[in-house]
């Protein structure tokens, strides 16, 4: 029974993420079905924590936060917990050796978003950091399956796609961060509104952290770079249509990339990964 329990456990934490991100659904779907499970009892953890902190308002979102920390502490010692979507996670930690510092990072930024409003250059280094640079940090033990000198070479590329990803997601989301949520993550945004010029300097600096990353990805083992390059390819994408959309118009409406374009990037990255 108990490994029934661990499989329900995935299996909840996989409908987590294809309800959540249609994007990282499929590129997990392009995975190795051997590493499948992990990336989806990853996702569904830190999904959970991002929707505490994001969309649990009228609630205490802190509380919140720091009962599913301990749910998550606790799991890690007894080796289950009773919440599958912790549960799958814990199991995913221990299988794959994530050190605490990568889950205390990602937890730390979690935090910084029930008090942070506006964030300096060294305030949005950390959060970064922790929300999404360790996420690919987390994603990248998986993938080597715990050979540590890979982990160390590939390090770097998985920090620089998981910042562009982040950065994206800032771009793609200002509207409901800033007048929603009450967050300017970007510094040059903190005393003015956001314009051609300033969307531009960001913009190269995504493009700059995808340049590096793709690199990276070419020495991706098999089992995981269809699935991390058609993730990139989505994201370079929507890069390229926020850099098409009029700044304005981004404080009016969130733009996305078609389920029609995301099928041809998905067929664009089956037909050209192992070439890149």
């Not at 995913?92 to 990072?105: C, E, Q, W």
């Not at 700059?208 to 070419?218: L, V």
């Not at 959309?245 to 404080?251: D, V």
Request: overall charge positive; charged content about 30%; glycine content about 6%.
């Amino acid at each position: 029974m108990e490994k029934l329990y661990e499989t329900v456990s995935f299996d909840i934490s996989r409908v987590v993420t294809e309800r959540y991100s249609t994007s990282f659904s499929v590129g997990t779907r392009c995975l190795s079905a051997a590493i499948r499970p992990a990336v989806y009892g990853l996702y569904g953890f830190v999904r959970l924590a991002d929707e505490i902190v994001d969309s649990f308002h009228g609630y205490d979102r802190r509380a919140l936060l720091d009962e599913l920390e301990n749910e998550y502490r606790m799991a890690l010692t007894r080796g289950i917990s009773t919440n599958p979507v912790v549960n799958s996670f814990q199991k995913t930690v221990r299988t794959y050796g994530i050190g605490n510092d990568l889950v205390d990072s990602f937890l730390n930024s979690m935090k910084m978003d029930l008090t942070e409003e506006r964030f300096d250059e060294g305030k949005l280094k950390e959060y970064i950091y922790g929300s999404a640079e360790v996420v690919g940090l987390m994603c990248l033990k998986i993938f080597v399956q715990g050979d540590e000198r890979e982990y160390e070479r590939l390090r770097p590329y998985a920090v620089r796609l998981g910042a562009a990803f982040q950065k994206v997601n800032f771009l793609r989301d200002i509207r409901n961060d800033i007048i929603g949520l009450h967050r300017v993550y970007f510094p040059l945004l903190n005393d003015r509104s956001i314009n051609e010029e300033s969307k531009q300097r960001i913009l190269s600096e995504i493009y700059e952290d995808f340049s590096i990353a793709e690199k990276g990805i070419r020495e991706l083992p098999s089992c995981a770079r269809l699935g991390v390059y058609t993730a990139y390819l989505y994201y370079l994408s929507l890069a390229k249509a926020i850099g098409n959309t009029p700044a304005e118009l981004l404080m009016r409406r969130r733009v996305r990339v078609s389920n029609r374009k995301k099928a041809w990037l998905l067929g664009r990255a089956c037909l050209t990964h192992k070439f890149i």
